[in-house]
C-alpha cells in the first residue's frame, strides 16, 4: 500500500510539471498570439522569411510575421505582418526583406512614407522590394570578373 501511493504521488508531481512547462512554453514563444492588426505584403522572393521573423522599422521590432503564404493569381509569396497596435503607419509605406549579414537571418523593414492617411488593418501594402540573394550576388561578382579578363585579353 505505501509503495502505490509513493508510485501515485510522483506521477502526480511528474504531470503538474509537465503542464507547468507546457504552460511556460508557450508563453516564452507566443504560439497563436497576435499583438496588433494584420497588414499584407507581396513578393517575387522572400529569401529565409518564416514565421516568427521580425518585422522592423529603423532596426526597432514593431511585430513580427505571422503568416506566409502564396497567391494563386499572381504566385507572389504573400506575407501576413502582424504589427503593434501602437505603430500606424502612412499610405505610401514600402516593406521589403533585409539581412542581418552575411550568415545572419532575415527580417522585414518597414519604410515609413510621409503621406496623410493610414494603412488600416487588413490594408495590403503596395510598395516592396524583394529579398537580395547573397549567393547569387557572389556568384555574379566571381564570374562576371572572369568575364572582363577574357574580355581585356581579347582586346
Known amino acids: 500500500m505505501r509503495r502505490g501511493s509513493l508510485e501515485t504521488t510522483v506521477g502526480a508531481l511528474v504531470i503538474v510539471i509537465a503542464v507547468i512547462f507546457a504552460i511556460f512554453a ?10 496588433g492588426y494584420l ?8 529569401g529565409s522569411i518564416r514565421t ?3 518585422v522592423k ?5 514593431v511585430g513580427k510575421v505571422s503568416e506566409l503564404s502564396l497567391n494563386p493569381t499572381t504566385f507572389k509569396a504573400r506575407i501576413s505582418l502582424d504589427i503593434d497596435r ?7 509605406t514600402a516593406v521589403m526583406i533585409g539581412s542581418e549579414g552575411l550568415l545572419g537571418g ?5 519604410v515609413p512614407g510621409g503621406m496623410d492617411g493610414n494603412l488600416q488593418p487588413n490594408d495590403e501594402i503596395e510598395f516592396t522590394q524583394d529579398a537580395v ?16 579578363k577574357e574580355e581585356f585579353k581579347a582586346k
Open 106 to 110: 532575415s527580417f522585414v523593414e518597414i
Open 52 to 54: 516568427g521573423s521580425d
Open 86 to 92: 501602437k505603430y500606424n503607419f502612412p499610405l505610401d
Open 57 to 61: 522599422v529603423g532596426g526597432i521590432p
Open 26 to 35: 508557450y508563453k516564452v514563444t507566443d504560439y497563436g498570439r497576435r499583438t
Open 133 to 148: 540573394d547573397m549567393l547569387q550576388l557572389l556568384g555574379k561578382f566571381m564570374f562576371s570578373g572572369a568575364a572582363d
Open 39 to 46: 497588414l499584407f505584403a507581396e513578393f517575387n522572393h522572400v
